[in-house]
C-alpha cells in the first residue's frame, strides 16, 4: 500500500525558514517524480515544485522559485521541500504527492497523496 | 500566468449528468493535451480522476469522462450519486513559468 506521510510544518514567522519531508513507502520511490501541492484554508490547490525520479530536474511555481528548494533521497525514501523568505500567502496545507507515471519524467499528475502538513506564517 | 477558469458551484439530482468547464488560454489548456481533474472529498485529500484530457486511472468509475475544445476542458459526471458531492479540479500543463496550473475548483451540490 502506497503511503505518504509528511511532517515538518509548523508556526514560523514572516521571512523565516523552514524543511517539510515526506516518507514514502509502498512502491519503488526511486523509480516515480514527485510534487509538492499546497492549499490555503479554504481555498483551492496550487502546485508549488515537482522533482524527477533520479533527482536531476526540478520545477518550482513562479510563486515559490528562488526561495524554496525540492530535494530527495532515494536511498531514504524521502522527500524535501526547504522553504525559505516564508511569506503570509505561503501559509497552507502542504501535500507530497506521487507522480502518476512510472519513470524519469514529471507528469504533474498525482495519484496518490499524503495527508499534508500544515505550515503558518503569522508574527 | 493566471488560474483556469472553473464555475464557483453547479448543482444536479441524482440520476442526471453535470459538466464542469475548465477555461485556459492558447497557453496552457489550448496548447497541451496535458488536462488532468481531481475530487476533493469533504476533510479528504484530492483525488485523480483524469489524465491526458480524457484517461481515467484504474479504479475510477467509468461516470466520470473528460474531454477538450479549444481552450476549454470539460469533466462530465453521468448518473449522478450522493457521493460525488464534492469539488472538483481541473489542472493543466502550462509550459514556460509555473509548469501546471489549478483551476480554481467547482462545488458539486447534489440536490
Known amino acids: 500500500e502506497v503511503q505518504l506521510v509528511e511532517s515538518g510544518g509548523g508556526l514560523v514567522q514572516p521571512g523565516g525558514s523552514l524543511r517539510l519531508s515526506c516518507a514514502a513507502s509502498?512502491?519503488?520511490?526511486?523509480?516515480?517524480?514527485m510534487n509538492w501541492v499546497r492549499q490555503a484554508p479554504g481555498k483551492g490547490l496550487e502546485w508549488v515544485s515537482g522533482?524527477?525520479?533520479?533527482?536531476?530536474?526540478?520545477r518550482y511555481a513562479d510563486s515559490v522559485k528562488g526561495r524554496f528548494t525540492i530535494s530527495r533521497d532515494n536511498f531514504k525514501n524521502m522527500l524535501y521541500l526547504q522553504m525559505s523568505t516564508l511569506r503570509v500567502e505561503d501559509a497552507a496545507l502542504y501535500y507530497c504527492?506521487?507522480?502518476?507515471?512510472?519513470?524519469?519524467?514529471?507528469?504533474?499528475?498525482?495519484?496518490?497523496w499524503g495527508q499534508g502538513t500544515l505550515v503558518t506564517v503569522s508574527s | 500566468q493566471s488560474a483556469l477558469t472553473q464555475p464557483a458551484s453547479v448543482s444536479g439530482s441524482p440520476g442526471q449528468s453535470i459538466t464542469i468547464s475548465c477555461t485556459g488560454t492558447?497557453?496552457?489548456?489550448?496548447?497541451?493535451?496535458?488536462v488532468s481533474w481531481y475530487q476533493q472529498l469533504p476533510g479528504k485529500v484530492p483525488k485523480l480522476l483524469i489524465y491526458?484530457?480524457?484517461n481515467r486511472p484504474s479504479g475510477v468509475s467509468i461516470r466520470f469522462s473528460g474531454s477538450k475544445s479549444g481552450n476549454t476542458a470539460s469533466l462530465t459526471i453521468s448518473g449522478l450519486q450522493a457521493e460525488d458531492e464534492a469539488d472538483y479540479y481541473c489542472?493543466?500543463?502550462?509550459?514556460?513559468?509555473?509548469?501546471?496550473?489549478f483551476g480554481g475548483g467547482t462545488k458539486l451540490t447534489v440536490l
Open positions: 504527492a506521487k507522480d502518476l507515471h512510472f519513470g524519469q519524467q514529471l507528469s504533474y499528475y498525482c495519484d496518490y
Open positions: 509502498g512502491f519503488n520511490f526511486g523509480n516515480y517524480a
Open positions: 489542472s493543466s500543463d502550462a509550459g514556460s513559468g509555473t509548469p501546471v496550473l
Open positions: 491526458d484530457v480524457s
Open positions: 492558447s497557453s496552457d489548456v489550448g496548447a497541451y493535451g496535458y
Open positions: 522533482i524527477s525520479a533520479s533527482g536531476g530536474g526540478t
